[in-house]
């Protein structure tokens, strides 16, 4: 058996064994190392969670047949752009992390300029904390969407499921690391942005102000803010102090699990149902 089989046989036990091994790595390194203190534990977390299990669910019920299976049933047969091309397998494999990374970005930058999606997109970006848990918090709408738009990347591509497996792996990966509570030295975080997204990059997204919300959109790799233009290189405050989510949605106890859930059907709370001002951080439960 060469190592491609071998990878698409335990394809289901890479992907949750290396989700929880970076999940398990990164609540260490955040609680040893805080750049917030955010990872203390909280109601929010839970509410993260909840969705977590809801849209692992929704995958599996509502998309039986995912990326990997599209993958192996367009590439076999030679469809696709890359069906086309005839390319070398470790050329394809390349492509299809790289384009599928760009189509992320492109996505992202979607989900907050157009209004109907910004209402699914903006349940992740109402959490009042920054913490490993926050790389899980996506409404079951906007995960569908995703995914949709992942298996039509696929099949255009006839991408290979060696690449989608990788990716796959990839951007749970990236999804928990820039969302964790930890900041890399000074010294060593330009050196690590220049290739890669990291927590402190991508906490600037999550700035309570608009126009930092409305940048850093990578997920992966940073090179796409910088070639697209919205690349904010630090926020206006202290990453350490700045408030995290949006001005319209600071009251935690109407951000539990079934708020968010019914949250892209309802309009944004007036200026008189917020808080005056803004905590920097939710108080902790423990």
Do not use: C
Not at 188 to 216: C, F, K
Request: net charge positive.
């Amino acid at each position: 058996m060469n190592p491609s089989e071998w990878v698409m046989q335990h394809e289901a036990a890479l992907r949750l064994g290396s989700f929880v091994a970076v999940l398990g790595a990164l609540a260490i390194a955040e609680r040893v190392w805080p750049a917030r203190g955010d990872a203390r534990p909280a109601r929010r977390q839970l509410a993260n969670l909840g969705l977590m299990l809801i849209n692992t669910g929704l995958l599996r019920l509502v998309f039986p047949v995912l990326a990997v299976a599209v993958a192996m049933s367009v590439h076999s047969r030679g469809g696709g752009l890359f069906g086309l091309l005839g390319l070398p397998p470790w050329l394809e494999i390349g492509l299809t992390v790289l384009v599928m990374d760009a189509a992320i970005y492109a996505q992202h930058r979607l989900l907050h300029t157009a209004p109907l999606l910004w209402r699914m997109h903006r349940v992740h970006h109402t959490d009042l904390g920054f913490d490993v848990t926050l790389g899980v918090r996506f409404h079951p709408l906007e995960m569908a969407f995703s995914m949709g738009v992942k298996l039509g990347l696929v099949y255009l591509l006839g991408a290979p499921a060696l690449g989608v497996v990788a990716f796959e792996i990839l951007l749970a990966a990236a999804s928990l690391f820039t969302h964790a509570d930890f900041a890399f030295p000074p010294r060593v975080e330009p050196w690590l942005r220049a290739a890669v997204v990291t927590p402190s990059m991508h906490r600037t997204h999550h700035s309570v102000l608009r126009h930092e919300t409305d940048s850093n959109y990578g997920f992966l790799l940073s090179a796409w803010d910088r070639i697209f233009g919205s690349y904010t290189p630090r926020p206006l405050r202290p990453e350490r102090e700045m408030p995290i989510g949006l001005s319209e949605w600071r009251i935690p106890k109407k951000l539990g699990l079934p708020a968010l859930l019914l949250q892209p059907f309802r309009a944004a709370p007036v200026a008189g149902e917020t808080p005056a001002h803004f905590a920097d951080k939710e108080t902790p439960d423990a």
